[in-house]
């Protein structure tokens, strides 16, 4: 037959071999036309004096501060020094559960579970503080419209309450005739598993999700039940991007949009991450958004003892994967640098991203996390990646001769697998490396056939492959 193009389709895992999807996509991104490269991370500060859980950028006006939970403390990096410096109120803190943040005008604002609601006011502050005498413990808080939404409350004691500051007054806790401030228990739907905002709130239950909006007086907010049954599994799991919330429920990932829910999991990647997550960790799970490239990403801990991130391309509707040493992923926003504070980083070798790179101009978002007690950017060279076009079939029996590969900027080297029947050994071959042209000579002889394409080099993005399939005869 004539070489044959196939494209690096989608990667659908919870599908069978045979139905032309990839059946791996791992360390790349994906894109309109095949899959991008997945960036290394990179460390962005020194070590802090403990463990790391978070981490937040607080901005207003031209100024960029960025913040990092611990299991006691807060820290607030130093450009100058790439130190993490404690910034926690006197004494520290109690508990060890992660740190949540919201920023409400020039105020940040920050949750534990253990202290009362903490603030920093940006440009201004030295260390955080109780926000007021009045302010709730909780576990999750949002910013819903002009007030500071607070959720599951009290260490856990009231699990299911939420409570809200006064109008535009994030010091004002105390329910009463002088104030809109006041509390709602929700008794449908288990425990608050996270909420989000912006211009109603959503709450996310372990068997339901809340939809709470702003009425004015009496009652200030109304609480309408969306969905009853699909809740939240973590609240770890929780990341929001214009308007839509990602989540991930007993049976999968979904989105809502304030008015329904939609599973964008289903039949792609639900199965997958259940048998390949480790249950036991599930509450180290976090959820960030890249909004530069579209995509809404979940850091979990794996049965092999690591660390995975599932990437969700939302205006695709893609999925891929990738292998990480993080333990925490966040959006961020640098602080920014000046040409002498790059010295801190030692050699140009040593700076996380080249000069060019938008970490550097800061306010700038970006993909973040954290490596135990450093914040890292994703910033770094391309990681190792690896494509796996699904089962190819011509005839009974077939040899393959020939791949070449379509990948922009960059070069592979290619492995391929087959096998006479599908419940025979899946087994690659020794590694090729392509030519100057991309080319590939392979034999390998079967009725179904794998490629393992691996890019190399400084590349973009890969797109598909040409291979020669010959029939061959039987005897």
């Not at 940040?108 to 503080?129: I, P």
């Not at 068997?207 to 039940?225: A, V």
């Not at 199965?271 to 530069?292: H, L, Q, T, W």
């Not at 973009?460 to 010959?470: R, W």
């Amino acid at each position: 037959m004539a070489v044959k193009r196939i494209p690096f389709g989608e990667w659908l895992p919870d599908q069978p071999s045979i139905v032309g999807t990839m059946q791996d996509a791992t360390n790349v991104i994906p894109v309109a036309s095949g899959y991008g490269a997945f960036p290394l991370s990179a460390n962005y500060s020194n070590a802090a004096s403990q463990t790391l859980t978070n981490l937040h950028a607080a901005k207003f006006n031209n100024l960029t501060q960025v913040f990092a939970g611990g299991t006691s403390k807060l820290f607030k990096f130093n450009a100058a020094t790439l130190n993490l410096d404690d910034v926690s109120k006197t004494g520290a803190y109690a508990g060890s559960a992660r740190w949540y943040f919201t920023q409400f005008g020039n105020v940040l604002l920050a949750v534990n579970d253990a202290a009362k609601v903490q603030a920093w006011t940006v440009g201004s502050s030295t260390v955080f503080a109780d926000v007021a005498a009045a302010a709730p413990v909780a576990k999750y808080i949002t910013t819903v419209r002009d007030f500071v939404v607070c959720a599951n409350l009290d260490g856990g004691t009231n699990a299911n309450k939420v409570q809200w500051s006064d109008l535009n007054d994030e010091t004002n806790w105390t329910s009463g005739a002088a104030s809109q401030s006041d509390f709602q228990i929700i008794s449908d739907g288990g425990n608050i598993q996270g909420i989000t905002g912006g211009e109603f709130g959503l709450i996310l239950l372990e068997r339901g999700i809340t939809r709470m909006s702003y009425i004015g007086s009496p009652y200030f907010f109304q609480f309408d039940n969306i969905s009853r049954g699909i809740g939240c599994v973590t609240g770890g799991s929780v990341a929001q991007y214009g308007g839509i919330t990602y989540f991930l429920s007993d049976d999968g990932f979904y989105s809502c949009d304030g008015k329904g829910i939609i599973p964008i999991g289903k039949e792609k990647v639900d199965r997958y991450f259940y048998e390949n997550m480790n249950s036991s960790g599930i509450d180290s799970m976090s959820a960030a958004v890249d909004p530069v490239r579209s995509l809404v990403m979940w850091n979990y801990a794996n049965i092999s003892g690591g660390r995975s991130i599932l990437i969700y391309n939302w205006k695709l509707g893609k999925w891929s994967a990738a292998e990480t040493t993080t333990t925490y992923i966040a959006s961020l926003a640098t602080s920014g640098f000046t040409l002498e504070e790059l010295d801190a980083f030692g050699t140009l070798d040593a700076l996380p991203a080249s000069l060019d790179d938008r970490i550097w101009v800061g306010g700038k978002l970006l993909l973040g996390g954290v490596t135990t007690n450093k914040i890292v950017t994703f910033t770094g060279t391309n990681s190792t990646a690896s494509l796996i076009v699904g089962d190819m079939e011509e005839g009974y029996n077939s040899v393959m001769t020939l791949v070449r590969s379509q990948i922009d900027n960059g070069s592979c080297n290619i492995s391929v697998a087959s096998r006479r029947l599908l419940d025979g050994t899946v087994t690659y071959s020794t590694v090729t490396s392509t030519s100057t042209e991309n080319r590939a000579s392979v034999r390998s002889a079967g009725r179904y056939h794998r490629v393992k394409v691996t890019p190399t080099g400084d590349w973009t993005t890969a797109v598909s492959i040409d291979v020669n399939l010959e029939q061959q005869g039987t005897r």
